[in-house]
T-cell receptor, first 114, second 115 residues
Framework: DQQVKQNSPSLSVQEGRISILNCDYT??????FLWYKKYPAEGPTFLIS?????DKNEDGRFTVFLNKSAKHLSLHIVPSQPGDSAVYFC?????????????FGTGTRLAVRP | DVKVTQSSRYLVKRTGEKVFLECVQD?????MFWYRQDPGLGLRLIYF???????EKGDIPEGYSVSREKKERFSLILESASTNQTSMYLC??????????????FGEGSWLTVV
């Protein structure tokens, strides 16, 4: 049972345009959401997070939006750069009940074309 | 900077061998985790530990065990390696506390091939 879903396995965008990566979850106990970026043969690196008490968090070119009623979050990258090409994982945790245990989505491979 | 070090980047083992994957973190983190990453399946939690000598099963613990004798070290053990355990293994750590950013820091991964 996939509690965190990334339905788009891949995405290709032009340099300078917006990249939008989507993530859906089913567990209503999730109260913290994170995005990780992963290059081949490297471990994932933390990108941005959002608590369920917020609906938006911004950090430079990266913004995460959370829609709790739809159980949906998205990561916006503006403007996209070739160095952003990587696999992006959405992750969620139910901190009050499960602490730091994260449940990950299957990932979306982003390719930014020069 | 947080440093999570996995001792072996690439390993090739034979079916039935006992395999040890070692992980060390240098930030005095309470929590440590072992995940495996497979194409189309994302990252799946094998085991985690909230303290020394404590361990809890994750989503896919079958065929694995763990050891945490010291706070900084978390070992993943494959008692009898099988070909379906060929994968990339990722160790991670995080700190405890309500004010923590709840960010988990990952090592660079260990590629295990079982032949």
């Amino acid at each position: 049972d996939q509690q965190v879903k990334q339905n788009s396995p891949s995405l290709s965008v032009q340099e300078g345009r917006i990249s939008i990566l989507n993530c859906d979850y089913t567990n209503s106990m999730f109260d913290y959401f994170l995005w990780y970026k992963k290059y081949p043969a490297e471990g994932p690196t933390f990108l941005i997070s959002i608590s369920s008490i917020k609906d938006k968090n911004e950090d430079g070119r990266f913004t995460v939006f959370l829609n709790k009623s739809a159980k949906h979050l998205s990561l916006h990258i503006v403007p996209s750069q070739p160095g952003d090409s990587a696999v992006y994982f959405c992750a969620a945790s139910a901190r009050k009940s499960s602490g730091d245990k994260l449940t990950f989505g299957t990932g979306t491979r982003l390719a930014v074309r020069p | 900077d947080v440093k999570v070090t996995q001792s072996s980047r690439y390993l090739v083992k034979r079916t039935g061998e006992k395999v040890f994957l070692e992980c060390v973190q240098d930030m005095d983190h309470e929590n440590m985790f072992w995940y495996r990453q497979d194409p189309g399946l994302g990252l799946r939690l094998i085991y985690f530990s909230y303290d020394v000598k404590m361990k809890e099963k994750g989503d896919i613990p079958e065929g694995y065990s763990v050891s945490r004798e010291k706070k900084e070290r978390f070992s993943l053990i494959l008692e009898s390696a099988s070909t379906n355990q060929t994968s990339m293994y990722l160790c991670a750590s995080s700190s405890e506390g309500a004010e923590a950013a709840n960010t988990i820091y990952f090592g660079e991964g260990s590629w295990l091939t079982v032949v």
